[in-house]
């Protein structure tokens, strides 16, 4: 009985920490760097605009548009769809570079694409 008790031990401490061992990693879980509620960024269409990200995936910007964005988990996209202002019915579509701390893509309005980049924090009069 003791035997069976001590082996039943080892097999569920085994078994907890074998789980724990192949589990992803909390920051694996959370996404990549890069755009977040409450992060300030500047688009730099022409003219550049500084962008804010605010909770409930809306934004706005300092040109006035306002619209919603999404960072799918476990990608390094963004998405912005402007809703209102003066780049409403445009798109911007980037992907982040750890190594450069932008994203980079294509910024589409109802008659042009262009290659955009967006970086961290306001740049204001770029």
């Known amino acids: 009985m003791r035997r069976t008790a001590t082996a039943m031990a080892g097999v569920l ?6 789980a724990l061992a192949i589990a992803p990693s909390v ?11 409450g992060s300030t960024w500047t ?3 022409t003219p550049c605009t500084v962008v ?3 909770k409930h995936h809306k934004f706005g910007d300092d040109l006035g548009d306002a619209g919603t ?9 963004v998405n912005m769809t402007f809703v209102s202002g003066p780049n409403a019915a445009s798109t911007y579509k980037g992907t982040y570079s750890k190594a450069s701390g932008a994203y980079s893509g294509k910024f589409t ?18």
């Open 69 to 77: 964005w999404k960072k799918p988990i476990y990608t390094s996209n």
């Open 52 to 54: 804010t990200f605010a």
């Open 27 to 37: 920051g694996a879980m959370t996404g990549s760097a890069g755009v977040k509620s």
């Open 109 to 126: 309005t109802p008659t042009m694409t262009s290659t955009v980049t967006m970086t961290p924090g306001a740049t204001v009069g770029c």
């Open 43 to 45: 688009l730099n269409i």
């Open 13 to 18: 401490a085994f078994g907890i920490t074998g």
